[in-house]
């Protein structure tokens, strides 16, 4: 990995083309190639999914209640993580689909 190289993150729903083309060209204009992780939604998913990946009660005590969207978007960091150090990137920077770039 070149010392320049900074990997970039976009968390984007794949069922949300439009803020992936938005953001896309936003970063391309600034010379950055994102890599894009699909993100996990976490209000279409099955309960008994959702349940594997979620330890209630201590969700509850730590953070309160979360929505189901919220609780993907903190699994689709998780994700990206994961990727992160499996990659073995010492750094990186992860953006929303949504992020507004000065």
């Not at 099955?46 to 979360?66: A, F, I, M």
């Amino acid at each position: 990995m070149s010392s320049q190289f900074i990997p970039c993150y976009v968390v984007n729903l794949a069922t949300d083309q439009t803020r992936r083309q938005i953001i896309e060209a936003s970063l391309q204009e600034k010379g950055i190639s994102p890599i894009f992780f699909d993100a996990v939604d976490g209000r279409i998913m099955p309960e008994d999914q959702l349940n594997q990946q979620v330890d209630w009660p201590r969700l509850k005590h730590e953070y309160g209640t979360l929505t189901k969207g919220e609780i993907g978007c903190a699994l689709s960091h998780l994700g990206i993580y994961r990727d992160i150090v499996q990659k073995g990137y010492p750094y990186a920077l992860i953006l929303e689909d949504d992020v507004c770039l000065a």
